[in-house]
Nanobody, 115 residues
């Protein structure tokens, strides 16, 4: 059974940093696109960043220059390094492996940015 598990969320002050991790029990992890998405209360889920099997990355304008997506195919783990966090980054962050339509989703991890 395919599993995707996020970790690393928490409460952080504005300007702080967090690193989210995404562990995937997918045998061919290395061939799939991986992405991070987030959903704030009362809002739709939105793209944060994606990384292809070849390492090409794409970011939402709101996080460019602050967040960095990466992956370790040998460990089957993806990461989202979040710096200079803002209150508007507060959301549940979800990892997706394999695309939004047919891929696997994790259960989400809460990130709260507040003083």
């Amino acid at each position: 059974q395919v599993q995707v598990v996020e970790s690393g969320g928490g409460l952080v002050q504005p300007g702080g940093s967090l690193r989210l991790s995404c562990a995937a029990s997918i045998s061919m992890f290395r061939i799939y696109v991986m992405g991070w998405y987030r959903q704030a209360p009362g809002k739709q889920r939105e793209l944060v960043a994606t990384i292809t099997s070849g390492g090409s990355t794409n970011y939402a304008d709101s996080v460019k220059g602050r967040f960095t997506i990466s992956r370790d195919n040998a460990k089957k783990v993806g990461y989202l390094q979040m710096n200079s966090l803002k209150p508007e980054d507060t959301a549940v962050y979800y990892c997706n492996v394999g695309g939004v339509n047919l891929g696997a989703w994790g259960q989400g991890t809460q990130v709260t940015v507040s003083s």
